[in-house]
């Protein structure tokens, strides 16, 4: 199977049954992001702190699989020369939608978060990535692209998930039952069997891959960021949530 045409086909699927990462900001959003009124998400619920940004007049960003009309129009709007950069084009769309609807000066682009050769060497100032890398085999790629293509003393803004919640029997955490079952790192192509499988892929539902914390913190230190900052946010929809959070959040840098 081709993790990526999957992948993009069942983020098209998912645009077109609404899930809340597919719906364009509405028009007030940018009017009071024009304004110096804005906030973003890297995770379900907490807002990134102002503070983790530099600022964004004439700022090269990269929205970094991020697609689905909400965090790169703000961006633009709040004064950033935004790139969105995703694996669906249906998402994408979103993006051009909300550009379109507010003359906002906004650039999409498709392609593999783990392959960015579209863009140059530290051609970069911030990279925001919010919780994606969970569909992508390799995450330990997507951080050594993203300190290539940024400047030195860029940020990098990621949010992924807690690896714990691959720990489980999927069908019964969403019951609320907690049957510790597989082991780190997790994956939807070789942890279950294809009977399991079928469960997501007869509904169009992405595949997922579940990255130690190695990788996901780790692998940022490998690649040559240096970790500033970090911050835990718990999605009300997981069970797991009422015991610990279910996605974490880090701000790095690139030396000077």
């Known amino acids: 199977m081709n993790i990526r045409d999957y992948n993009r086909a069942a983020w098209d699927q998912s645009v077109a049954a609404g899930n809340r990462w597919t719906i364009p900001v509405g028009p007030e959003v940018i009017a009071a992001a024009r304004t110096g009124t804005w906030q973003v998400v890297l995770t379900p619920t907490k807002p990134v702190p102002r503070s983790w940004f530099p600022k964004l007049s004439g700022c090269e960003v990269l929205c970094l699989a991020s697609g689905g009309g909400q965090q790169g129009p ?29 003359r906002l000066s906004l650039t999409t682009v498709e392609g593999d978060m783990a392959d960015l050769s579209h863009f140059k060497d530290q051609s970069l100032d911030l990279i925001f990535h919010p919780i994606s890398n969970c569909f992508v085999p390799d995450v330990c790629i997507v951080w050594r692209e993203a300190f290539r293509v940024l400047r030195k003393g860029g940020l990098l803004l990621a949010g992924f998930l807690n690896p714990v919640r691959f720990l489980f029997d999927d ?21 279950i069997s294809d009977a399991e499988r079928r469960r997501y892929t007869d509904k169009n539902e992405p595949l997922c891959f579940g990255h130690t914390l190695g990788d996901q913190l780790g692998g940022q230190c490998a690649a040559g960021f240096v970790i500033t900052d970090l911050y835990e946010d718990a999605d009300p929809s997981e069970p797991l949530s009422k015991y610990t959070a279910s996605a974490i959040a880090t701000r790095s840098q690139k030396p000077k």
């Open 74 to 102: 703000i961006l633009a709007a709040a004064g950033a020369n935004v790139t969105v950069f995703d694996n669906s084009p249906r998402q994408l769309e979103r993006d051009r939608q909300v550009a379109a609807r507010e």
């Open 171 to 191: 069908e019964k955490l969403e019951r609320g039952e907690f049957e510790l079952r597989h082991a780190l790192p997790y994956s939807d192509v070789s942890s």
